[in-house]
């Protein structure tokens, strides 16, 4: 999502980091170049101006800390106001002291509300909450059918309208059925438009006086940029909202939403829409948004994501392999396969400080095919050879190829990678701890 905006703000920016003085005018031309960058991005206007005018305040004429260059405390003040801009901390949902929590979604029809409110229940379960959804949206045909699919995908249930129930009774049994049951939250998913009527609001409105929501959260499509600002602005006026969460955002959008919503409303984003699939959902940190928009990626929300594919069990055995240099291409290939459930290489580069520039060197977006064609390879070799790769000479290399559908090339290539790899991992091992767990990183 901010890919563009990443490389213009680190080329603005990269113009002062090797200065040893800054005057006012590089630092006024530098921050020309990131306005024009931030209104490339769909950032409001009123947003930008703000900005630019804070870190110009702050870095003109003052004095600069002793610990860092010129350029570094100027990235440090961009950061700092980013972040600010963003909300400084991390919003979580407030949940209630006496149960159940009531979630009340809102959005314009097509913004993802639905599997928003599977991906919700499906966090929240996953930290062992009781979720009940509740399946309110009567006007969108087969919105019912696919929130109560989704819920059987997720194994949580869903509170279905029964035949000549309206909108108001479908939420009041629903929540009902939340208290009575001893369920820790419900999540309520309304009904949406196309666009912004009397009638939605109206529906909207009588909802919430009637469920009385601890949170309404809007779920707005980040791809529609500026529109989804004044989409955040009228739903924050007529129905009043608590929170954010940005759907899409994985998309090619130019990104000015995720800097522009919390301004224009005062409501935090709380979470990001990152795929279609039911776990594709993270929380929003500011502070780490602030440092992938500027380029120095966002090691902590790597490390958790290692954490989740890795087992401390996984590790201290990858371990052991690597100290007896036992490590075979069986090991590889389930290397990889631990690193696709962190999500796509892309995303992993995202949050890897430089990612952007390693993507440039590597030619582009990290082709996810040829990693489908490094498993096929793996998969024709004979157990013998995964475990002992140098006994495949040209002919065992030649019958590889053939099997997997790809060249000799690509065998040779893999295996250099192989052993690299290997060599790699074994030194990163002798720092005496889990790789991936704690404060090791496989890389």
């Known amino acids: 999502m901010l890919e563009n905006l990443t490389k213009k703000l680190d080329a603005a920016l990269k113009k002062l980091t090797g200065k040893g003085v800054l005057t006012e005018e590089n630092i006024a031309e530098a921050l020309r170049e990131v306005r024009l960058a931030l209104l490339e991005a769909d950032v409001h206007f009123k947003v930008v101006k703000g900005l630019i005018e804070r870190v110009k305040g702050r870095v003109v004429g003052q004095q600069l800390q002793h610990s860092l260059t010129p350029g570094q405390q100027v990235i440090k003040v961009v950061w700092e106001e980013l972040k600010a801009l963003m909300g400084e901390e991390q919003s979580p949902v407030k949940l209630s002291a006496a149960p159940p929590t009531v979630l009340m979604l809102v959005g314009l029809q097509g913004s993802g509300k639905t599997t928003t409110a599977a991906k919700l229940a499906r966090h929240f379960r996953k930290i062992g909450k009781r979720v009940l959804l509740v ?22 249930p869903v509170a279905v309208p029964a035949g000549g129930a309206t909108v108001l009774s479908t939420v009041n049994e629903g929540v009902e059925r939340g208290r009575s049951q001893g369920f820790d939250l419900v999540l309520v998913d309304t009904a949406g438009r196309l666009h912004i009527d009397d009638a939605l609001m109206r529906e909207l409105s009588s909802i919430k006086q009637n469920a009385m929501p601890h949170e309404v959260l809007l779920v707005a499509d980040a791809m529609t940029g500026q ?33 522009s919503m919390r301004a224009a409303t005062g409501a935090p984003i709380k979470f990001v829409g990152t795929g279609e699939r039911t776990d594709a959902l993270e929380a929003f940190y500011p502070e780490r948004m602030a440092s992938r928009i500027l380029g120095m990626g966002d090691v902590l929300s790597l490390i958790e994501r290692v954490e989740e594919a890795y087992t401390k069990d996984q590790a201290e055995a990858l371990e052991s392999k690597l100290r007896k240099n036992a490590f075979t291409l069986e090991d590889f290939k389930a290397q990889i396969q631990q690193v696709r459930k962190m999500g796509s290489f892309d995303k992993i580069l995202e949050m890897l400080p430089g990612g952007n520039r390693l993507r440039e060197m590597a030619g582009g977006a990290v082709p996810e095919k040829e990693i489908l064609h490094v498993e096929a390879m793996i998969n024709s070799m004979t157990p013998q050879e995964r475990r002992r790769p140098e006994i495949i000479n040209g002919s065992r290399r030649k019958r590889i190829a053939r099997g997997s559908g790809t060249s000799v090339q690509e065998i040779n290539r893999l295996l250099k990678q192989f052993y690299q790899a290997k060599k790699l991992m074994k030194v990163f091992s002798k720092g005496g701890r889990p790789l991936g767990l704690g404060k090791g990183l496989p890389f």
């Open 227 to 259: 529109d989804a600002i004044n989409i955040a602005e009228e739903f924050n006026r007529q129905i009043g909202i608590t929170g954010i969460i940005l759907t899409k955002t994985e998309g090619d959008s130019r990104g000015g939403a995720v800097l």
């Open 135 to 156: 399946a309110a949206d009567l006007q969108r045909p087969a919105a019912v059918e696919q929130l109560a699919l989704l819920g059987q995908q997720i194994d949580v």
